[in-house]
């Protein structure tokens, strides 16, 4: 439950998400909304996602690794009821992706894979007090790209408690590891190894002065441990943010919302880079400061309509010289529909530019456009049983044409398979 803001790493080939909810791995709005709203959206950024963290490259979520509505809203009823309540799922599920490592037209490789995830959430009420422990695993394999094939362990643990009424102390707890599971657009692994364990604390004080309005203060550390690669330097840093956000209901089934996040990011051992992106060895140590601009609006159409729109504005700051310093803006929409109990649809886009101060594409600063569109649904089949598919499109539009990062890529992903919850 830690905030998870996404810093792009040019240079990888990440995995598909490793959560739900998405750049060495991790992955979620509307073709429909795109077309209604004009073209104020459509779809994704892959690799310009706005935001302070390298852990996913994909926004759009799979349908396949969430819980459904109906299921999220019994097990709450149950916790509310009786004092604690436990929710299991478990997915199976095979996907096919015809750019899978994200390359350009000439170095496309198509892979088929297969894979599971596993969650496990208990949820206890007591006096004013409400605590959430999540465990979540997620694997892929690719049998004819090994190189590529992911492991994903996260456990959250969130605790609530009312202090005075309209006032809550939030803490949350989240560990999480990865295995090595990167390439380049060329399907070559990399000489570093970037497996990784990832801890993070939060406290957030939350006040609601009536049921129209909650406002939310909060800070976070973030500790990121790579594999240490023999002959080269470690990549590990530590990072802070501080987010502040007002929500307010402005008519019946309308939620907006504005949030702003502010942090530093500080590198162990990574020099950090001259104008020419050269690391010398007298160079301190690489620091970036972020901001980021949040709005947002959700809003129940009907009683089986569901419509969220986003956009977000955010900036790096590299401390040194500049060379990594860039800007993101971001739009995003998500459609969903419970057409009926035991079936769930689902669109979603978004669309990201990102433009650089000082790295160099063909001609100029670097800059790119990125997008993907996504829909998907589920059934259930039997009680436990749930069947789902998703299809999606993505795409970078890059100034670059050579090398082996920030080139231009598109491709299409289908997922299917089974869910059971419990």
């Not at 643990?157 to 380049?184: K, M, P």
């Amino acid at each position: 439950m830690c905030t998870n803001l996404n810093e792009p790493h040019g240079s990888l080939r990440a995995k598909p998400s490793m959560t739900a909810v998405p750049f060495l791995p991790c992955r979620r709005t509307a073709w429909m909304l795109a077309v209604g709203v004009s073209s104020l959206l459509l779809s994704v950024g892959i690799d310009a996602q706005a935001g302070i963290e390298d852990d996913e490259e994909e926004s759009i979520g799979d349908v396949g690794f969430s819980v459904p509505t109906e299921i999220l809203s019994e097990k709450r009823h149950d916790a509310a009821a009786h004092g604690f309540s436990v929710l299991s799922g478990i997915s199976t599920y095979w996907s096919d992706d015809d750019n899978v490592f994200h390359s350009p037209d000439e170095l496309e490789a198509t892979a088929a894979s297969w894979g599971n995830w596993a969650y496990l959430r208990g949820d206890t009420r007591f006096s004013g007090t409400r605590m959430l422990n999540t465990v979540k695993w997620k694997q892929e394999r690719f049998p004819d790209e090994p190189i590529i094939d992911t492991a994903y362990f996260s456990s959250s643990n969130w605790f609530d408690r009312e202090i005075l009424d309209g006032l809550d102390l939030e803490l949350d707890f989240d560990l999480s590891h990865q295995n090595d599971a990167s390439a380049n657009v060329e399907g070559l692994d990399y000489a570093r190894t970037y497996e990784y364990w990832r801890y993070a604390a939060e406290t957030v004080v939350e006040w609601s002065p009536t049921r129209l309005h909650r406002i939310r203060v909060g800070a976070e550390a973030t500790k990121k441990n790579y594999d240490e690669t023999e002959g080269m330097n470690s990549i590990d840093w530590t990072q802070w943010l501080a987010t502040a956000s007002y929500r307010f209901r402005p008519a019946s089934g309308r939620w907006v919302k504005l949030s702003y996040t502010t942090g530093q990011r500080n590198y162990a051992d990574e020099p950090a880079s001259i104008e020419s992106g050269r690391e010398l060895p007298d160079n301190p140590m690489e620091k970036h400061r972020y901001e980021e601009f949040e709005i947002s609006l959700d809003s129940r159409l009907t009683s089986i309509l569901d419509l969220e729109l986003g956009y977000t504005w955010d900036t790096k700051e590299d401390l040194f010289r500049n060379y990594e310093s860039r800007r993101t803006e971001e739009f995003r929409a998500e459609l969903s529909m419970d057409l009926r109990q035991g079936v769930e649809l689902r669109v979603e886009g978004t669309r990201a530019w990102r433009d650089y101060d000082l790295i160099q594409g063909d001609n100029g600063n670097l800059k790119y456009r990125t997008q993907e569109i996504a829909g998907g649904g589920r059934v259930r089949v039997l009680s436990p049983v749930w069947l789902f598919a998703q299809l999606g499109y993505y795409e970078r539009d890059t100034n670059k044409s050579t090398g082996t990062v920030y080139r231009s890529f598109q491709g299409t992903r289908t997922r299917a398979g089974l869910s059971l919850f419990f």
